[in-house]
């Protein structure tokens, strides 16, 4: 589905920005780059900016029109930080357009365009689009730079994919800070409530002081090995105290 | 509430990344910006990268410590690249952590704090925080440039912000494009009702004909400026058609 989504700059101005664009793309799994009529690429400050991101720039195709960049797309979303002067359907949020454009994107190619540093696109390259979108910011100074208004579109594209049912994505955590599952927590509680009674704090069974240190944990969200490091603690206490009577 | 929310860059490498992450800010309506050591402050890179933002790093402050920097601070949230290393409460989603953020931000200063380009923050340094946050990233190439990270931060505690009720803010729309009111709706299908019995098209009250016309046009979502274009078409044919009766 990401391979369907195809970035496009027009006529950009600063290399600088294809490279630090190319950047954005890649961190969220975007490769498509189609470049129409750059002023200079390819070039070494492009590469400099695009750090880990120069296989995106060497697959990417420079192309002479805008026409010709998304002819074969169903979508064409144009990015834009002025008032759209031509009344194509406009996304005011940026993530109810990635949630169309990733649907889409599903069975046909769709593009993101993005205009000019100074000058965004003409008019007859809005008319090539279906649809534009704005990055809502503050009115006083709204303009993105062209590379950081890259990144913001594909990182809602990128949540728009990984948050579909079926996208395989996982938040990358290790074992141990996975949530504990009732069971290991439920015999914590129990642990507790024994350690609490060995020392004499509690000297009959109390549900009310129970509870409130359950609610108290659970507020607290312990991982697996936290909930470890505390049962430890507990066996270690536990050592010192002499055996009650329940 | 946003003047409450700082940004805190620690030991920044590149003082150009320096003055994007300000203009990043400033686009999101964020203006203060604290510095803990950076390499190299004032630059002229920095300022050259700031464009329109400026003014945010004459105001900026550099201290020696990120305790410094955060010490009046609420909620400290470290922006971290990483698998987090030690046990801080960590959101796997920047929404989510910009809505508490925001919330907190409505009474006491919060920070969002970024460390440096290669090597992130100490653990000295996450110990300051209160929570982490990661931005989702594709695990081939996780690694957003710092301003890149500042930015969609800097937009997600945006969106926070307005989507907040009584925040005020509106989506800046002129008039004409406003939707129409049911009133203005009514009236254009009456006229289409008209035009086309006048035209001989319906030649007896054809409720269904009608209701799909209706369907149509509420797919399509005409603007007020739209709506009175058709009007207009409507209005120039009528002149053309003998009266009919309905």
Redesign the interface.
Known sequence: MLPNIRIVLVQTFHPGNIG?AA??M????LTDLVLVNPLQFPDAEASR?A???EDLLESARVVGSLGEAVTDCVQVVGASAR??SL?L??Y?EPDGMARDLVEHAAADPVALVFGRERSGLTNDEIRLCSHQV????????????L??AV??LA?EV??AW?QRPGSG?L????EE?RAPSREQLGHFHDHLTRVMRESGFLTQPHARTEAQLQALFARA?P?R??LSLLRGLLASLEQHLPERQG
């Not at 890649?26 to 799994?29: D, F, I, N, Q």
């Not at 938040?171 to 290790?174: H, I, L």
Request: aromatic content about 8%.
């Open positions: 630090a950047r954005a890649k961190t969220m799994g900016l750090a880990g991101a008032l759209r009344p359907p406009h005011d704005s990055i809502p910011a503050t009115p006083e100074y709204g303009i993105l730079n590379s950081q990144q913001v990182y990128f949540k990984r994505y938040p990358q955590r290790p800070e969200q991982s090995k936290e």
